[in-house]
DNA sequence: CGGCCAATTGAAAGCGCTTTGGATGGCCGG
DNA sequence: CCGGCCATCCAAAGCGCTTTCAATTGGCCG
């Protein structure tokens, strides 16, 4: 069923039934509400892109995640990150367009994206320390919002991101406090602008202590339970182990969990650990008493943010960037303690 | 830049230039060239609304995750099925369009999907044991491939689904080798098909080999680490306590492991563990040396194929549903041993 | 040399919807 | 009784592409 044959059906013309069902203030309220019955009754869906080619909107959003030979991996926050965008999406009508992309044809992509005119806006995923999608995406005058920032690129455009630097400079002062003096960083790879920034305030709290920081106490890398566990177990040997790590993801910090156990050492009392903590549905830092001590910051809600500052940029195309700084809260648990001896 | 823009540009007819870019054999091949070069010069790319309308093609496939009260997450699989299905997709330039939707208005939302034609073919995750959701697409003729089978659902349709039930007997078959009697199972939730199916291998095995199946192990639930970590603290603290876990993933068969070196505990020596292993990127079940014996299936894999049956499906309409069915494999790591005593 | 065919190109009619620019008719005040 | 103003409704022109049908060429055969 079309519009056409909606119209002939009720004996209106296509006009006036496509105004009684978008909700234009000239068509009498009585003819209103017989289309819609008549819609509802018939089943009557517009069709997505006829409507897209005569308003040119497209009703969706471009969702654009890099997936390269060394980080090959879905993001595991991304799942949760979407829940939250849908469901500003859902409420709004918009479509989520998912597009994986390799770094080599990313700007191709971007560019076809844009020029196909199937795509309202884009969420960009995952950003470098320097960005040139961003760059790009400025040239393409399409709305969008980054998840992060991308600290090289002095040019003003949208994002959410969380304060990776505060959350980690918080971390280690927290373990400062609690008397530790070696302490390792487990990080996600540092070409990505959010472990880049972890680093940044974990060493500026270091310093700040007059504590030296070791680059041998200090590690990157795609964050695997493998990597927590390696980069742990090859820490513990050396002649002055660390006191503490702090970890950028829980999975991480599950591999160093393994490692401290496999070893002996116990979580909390001979060895103190810090995650950040997505607050992912389904990796949960327990229920009732938090396993981790950690920084969380929930990044469902962060999706949600992200998409609804989208749909503002769309309804109000001349709005300046929209930006927001997510604070995480560091909540103790059961995994940290005063450095031992 | 639009069609009729570069056909004046170009000094031809739009009809031959839509011809020449689309592969037409009616154009001479010098034209063809011209005019691709032309495109690629002006950046052209076509306008996928006006396409779509056009030729009656939606160019994208919709994927549909339930998200409910209950099952609140986003499956950490999903990443990695998408990213599989994804590669398909690229090839062929079709759109990936995700659509979350809560139980409640699933039905609708299918509907809506179908009718507004913005799509060509929709991948179904997550089928519970009866899922009414199949019928209704059955109806709604657009093609459809369901990750995952509906037990209860006698009618044929297309799907991929790993055979869960002999992944398993299997693994169960390998612990009552090992000489272990009392092996619980820690499973997701049972109204989902692969987790029913998972205890029905579990339990036949323990049949065949005279074992009574013990309902105080058996745990199901959201498959969570602390899922893991309470199901086996319960379990570990009972008069017989079991030699041995199965795990429904590596996520669970982490706080399995967090229970069982809670009290001293040693993997594999003094209680072992099998877990069932998507092959998920970012939590890899050790890289040489597997951490967890396991029975392991690439769900990215399973991703991709489900999205070349769809494709397939949809270029020929009339053929019969493709149904594929992946058998694990079973690999055997550390987590494993003799039944103790 | 005329006609037929293959090769190549165009004109124009949609696809289903929105939206501009009228129509139409009832009602008002003058 | 008439011009003007609303309140409603409609015709038709796109939106950018594909595709059917037709036109134009040049080559080749008889």
Redesign the pocket.
């Known amino acids: 069923m ?3 044959e909606l119209a002939d059906h009720l ?6 039934v ?2 009684a ?2 909700g234009y203030p ?4 009585a ?1 209103r509400l017989r289309v819609q019955a008549a819609a509802r009754a018939h089943n ?1 869906t ?2 997505a892109w ?2 897209g ?3 040119g909107r497209a009703m969706s959003i471009g969702h654009v995640i890099p997936v390269s030979k060394t980080h090959e991996m879905v993001n595991p926050v991304f799942g949760d990150f979407i829940t939250g965008a849908s469901e500003a999406y859902v409420k709004t009508g918009y479509d989520l367009k998912l597009t994986l992309v390799s770094d080599a044809d990313e700007a191709e992509r971007y560019r076809s994206l844009s020029a196909r005119g199937n795509i309202d806006g884009i969420i960009l995923h995952g950003p470098h320390l320097s960005d040139r999608r961003i760059e790009l995406l400025r040239t393409l005058d399409l709305p969008f919002v980054v998840h992060g920032r991308a600290s090289e690129m002095k040019m003003d455009y949208s994002w959410i991101d969380m304060n990776n630097t505060r959350a980690f400079e918080r971390a280690t002062e927290l373990l400062i406090e609690l008397g530790h003096r070696r302490i390792a960083l487990v990080n996600g790879q540092e070409h990505m602008d959010f472990a880049f920034r972890r680093r940044e305030g974990f060493v500026a709290a270091l310093i700040r202590a007059g504590i030296d920081p070791d680059p041998g106490l200090m590690r990157a890398g795609e964050m695997t339970e493998e990597l927590g566990y390696r980069a742990a177990s090859d820490m513990l040997q050396r002649p002055y182990p660390p006191t503490a790590f702090l970890a950028s993801s829980m999975v991480t910090a599950l591999g160093i969990r393994r490692a401290l156990e496999g070893r002996g050492l116990r979580l909390g009392t001979d060895v103190s650990v810090i995650t950040h903590d997505d607050d992912l549905g389904y990796l949960r830092n327990g229920t009732d008493v938090p396993i981790f001590t950690a920084t969380r910051a929930s990044v469902r809600d962060a999706g949600r943010q992200a998409a609804e500052m989208l749909l503002q940029m769309i309804r109000d195309p001349s709005c300046a960037p929209l930006q927001t700084l997510i604070e995480a809260e560091l909540i103790l648990g059961q995994s940290t303690g005063p450095a031992p001896g």
């Open positions: 079309n519009l056409k004996g209106l013309s296509p006009t006036t496509s105004r069902l978008n000239e068509v009498k309220e003819t009557y517009p069709n006829a409507k080619l005569a308003t």
